[in-house]
């Protein structure tokens, strides 16, 4: 990236961001500021290019857009089934996760000079379970990149998934081989299993365990049953551990609950399920989720060893609850001993200002946050004495 490239891109990012007042009911935790970043329909999983750039997936629209180093956004590929999920690797190479399948496409930063559609998209494979209902996905790479990680969500609210009804691997959450992949091979490890529907996966930067939200069921009631962050161990990362789902929601010693369709509860396996490490109220809808690693030099100090959490919000509920962001610190044990909302998107009239799904680590720290429902993404970064 020459100087040129950088210059522009750092007008971008510190100037750009302010070019518009943010509402004033949205509430934002003391010492952060949050600003408006870009205008991007249907925003949802973010991924940031070599050069600086940015990636945008989208469920509803069927399209990924990209967002430039002057801060155009284009549409970088379109007519794609529920195109949620974006990674880039190393090499620079953009892999996009539909609802069945996954393409990569090369030479990014031409794209981005040019900023027109991708004419033909190299499709890696098309042999996912195909059902949208949870079909959308989050994709994330492995440290060291050997694996595409990828979630299949159950098709359904409630229903028997993989391994015990024998059909596609729903409700999972898979380790794609990404060397094969990349020569057109789909082959993966279960990474765990009785997974209802995560939509947001980060691996710890110290320890390598894979940490994930899972979002609870519906019809249960306002506060039944809790939507959960879990986590798989560096060294069961291809054990296929199982989660719980349909059989338990949440954690049965601190608010969770059996199933109550008995035919389900009826098929209960004869096994451990692995409980999760925060329960948070139902319906919030956990996606996407972050550790913050804070390393640049705009860095929010408060933030550091935070796992950041994007509640959506609910649908299925007599009051709404989530349309936050919310951050969690742990202890040695994994026990929660902090928790605090950072961003507030409802207000106390219910009014719904925004719906958090992602996030986006900066260089200099600063967080970008996708708003789907708002279609747009956001900027969380230190306040300083000329934004308070």
């Known amino acids: 990236m020459n100087i040129q490239r950088v210059v522009c891109w750092l007008i971008v990012v510190v100037l750009c961001p302010f070019a518009q007042a943010v509402d004033s009911r949205i509430e934002v935790m ?15 999983q973010m991924a940031q290019t070599q ?3 940015i990636v945008v997936g989208s469920r509803k629209l069927g399209k990924v857009h990209g967002i430039s180093e002057q801060g155009e956004v284009f549409v970088l590929a379109d007519e794609l089934f529920m195109p949620s999920a ?7 190479r ?40 949870h079909g959308w996905k989050a994709i994330t790479l492995s440290p060291d990149e050997s694996t595409l990680v990828v979630p299949v969500g159950a098709p359904c609210n409630i229903c028997l998934v993989h391994p015990e009804s024998g059909q596609q691997p729903f409700g999972t959450i898979l380790a794609i081989n990404k060397s094969k992949l990349d020569q057109g091979q789909l082959a993966y490890d279960l ?9 947001g996966m980060d691996f710890h930067p110290k320890t ?5 939200s899972d979002n609870g069921r519906d019809w249960m009631g306002d506060d039944m049953p809790p939507c959960e962050i879990n986590r798989i161990p560096q060294s069961a990362l291809t054990k296929g551990n199982h989660y719980g789902y349909p059989f338990i929601h949440g954690h049965p010693q601190k608010g969770g609950a ?9 098929r209960m396996p004869d096994k451990q399920f692995i409980n999760p490490l925060v329960e948070i109220q139902a319906h919030s809808a956990p996606l996407g989720i972050h550790w913050y690693r804070g390393s640049g030099e705009q860095a929010m100090d408060a933030l550091k060893g935070a796992l950041l959490v994007a509640e959506h919000g609910s649908w299925n509920r007599s009051s709404p609850v ?14 929660v001993t902090e928790h605090k909302v950072l961003v507030d998107f409802l207000t106390d009239n219910d009014d719904k200002l925004g719906r958090p799904v992602d996030f986006l680590e900066l260089a200099n720290g600063d967080v970008l946050i996708s708003d789907d429902a708002g279609n747009k993404i956001w900027r969380l970064s230190a306040a300083t004495a000329d934004k308070q």
Not at 86 to 92: E, G, R
Not at 110 to 132: H, T, W
Not at 324 to 333: G, L, P, T
Request: hydrophobic share 40%; charged share 25%.
């Open 191 to 199: 990474m765990a299993t009785g997974v209802r529907n995560s939509v």
């Open 86 to 92: 974006v990674a880039i690797d190393s090499q620079n």
């Open 258 to 266: 059996l199933e109550p369709q008995d035919d389900i509860r009826a």
């Open 94 to 133: 953009l892999y996009i996760a539909a609802v069945n399948s996954i393409y990569r496409v090369d030479n990014l930063d031409r794209i981005f000079e040019q900023r027109k559609p991708v004419s033909r998209l190299n499709v890696l494979a098309d042999g996912l379970p195909d059902a949208s209902h």
């Open 30 to 44: 003391a010492g952060l500021t949050l600003s408006e970043f870009a205008d991007v329909p249907n925003a949802r």
């Open 51 to 53: 050069s600086g750039d």
């Open 322 to 335: 989530g349309y936050r962001v919310s951050a969690y610190w742990f202890d040695r044990n994994h026990e």
């Open 208 to 212: 390598g365990d894979l940490w994930f």
